[in-house]
């Protein structure tokens, strides 16, 4: 089994574990902390996170790719990382300044605002991107394994009523803190701590920065949109909004799982020269890519009607119109995500990156302000859509000279076909059933409609989709 396959059975379980986790708690914790205790987490955490941000910058791009670079030579590999490692240092340092600051006398709810600081902190521990660039995706999988399981107990045995979501910002905090220092049990087997000067510090500086615009930018629709929430509308809405999330990204799951992989391998290949293997892989990521995101996205969007009062319970029907917005732009993430991944970041097209997601993110924030206001959360996902679209077509248009994009779109016809078929006939019919069997009979004939349209699509289009390099 080739090293790429293994690392992505490794990243693709991990995001199966964390999607089961995530759909056995979402309900649970929907029920004991209501709508408005998941708002009053999620607004509080989507501060933090911005404060992370910031402390991290562009490492975890930046860095994942300068060790894949540097990797084959040990005396670079341990000069790159304790280079990048101590500027994180340093503005992890200025973060949590800033955050105490923050938490003493701007934060609201102090108690939920002190426990978070443990997130913060967490940031200058973070070390994933050494083990990414490295390709020690075994490592990094397992701890995120062993503490999904650790935490989801936890919530379950200890968070038991509407005043427990400190409880759960404790568990869940802790569950960050402890994934980043066990990390650091595997350091000395690969990289020591080198002398590096002041320069060689300050060096990181300017390509972190311009990796972490973007960052930045893609928070304002991923993270931003909550806050804007918060502040336009009230914590019952993003409770709302945020239950949505956690199933509105089993569709990306898969893609970010080929993310984690890609980008440090594809990286490799471009320092290597090698054209042939690149192309290649970015073919079948982008098949890969849009059977994922189309079979699972239309799938959940055509039993939303059925799906939504059994799995969150009473309070939560508006997540059925949301779903219908939130679900369709991991589409266009999911397209994107390649061309960024597996092209744009491992060749150094920064400048592309950024322009899309800022472009997207200045449709977001527009967007969220004419509509928060009267629609709510379906205001916020109306601007997540228009900002992913966005993204993904700016992007698309930037490279079109440098990758076939229209082979790619003609590609994209027999799964859209399929999905929209499928999502179609199944949300004009309706079983005299319980909503549980209901919700079983639809995955199962949906399966047959989207797999029997792609076969005739496959047909059609397949000179198109069995595409070789010369």
Known sequence: MSKVKRNFIYNASYQVLKLFTSFITTPYISRVLGANGRGVYSYAYSIAAYFVMFAMLGVNSYGNRSIAMAR??????????????????????????LYIFYTAFLCGDKVIGWLLLGYIISAGLDINWLFAGLEKFNIIVLRNIGVQILTTAAIFLFVRQRTDVYIYTLINVAGIAASQLIMWASLYKYVRFVKVGWREIIAHAKPNIILFIPLMAVSLYTVMDKVMLGMLSSKTEVG???????????????????????????????????????ARYIDLSILFALFSSTAICFGLMSVAREFVPVYYGSGFEKCIILYQWLLPSNIFVAFANIIRVQFLIPRGYDKVYVSSVCLGAAVNIVLNLLLIPQLQSLGAALGTFAAEMTVCMYQCIAVRHKLPIQRYFIQAVPFLASGLVMYWVLTHIDFPFYAIYSIGIKILLGIVLYFGVLLVGTLIFRKYLFYTHE
């Open 72 to 97: 084959e030579n040990a005396e670079e590999l341990n000069k790159k990382f304790t280079g990048i490692y101590c500027f994180q240092m340093g503005t992890s340092a200025i973060m949590i300044a």
């Open 240 to 278: 709302l909004y945020e239950a949505c999330e956690g199933i509105c990204q089993i569709p990306g799951a898969f893609i970010f799982a080929l993310e984690g992989v890609m980008l440090p391998r594809m990286s490799n290949l471009w320092a290597n020269k090698d054209e042939e293997q690149s």
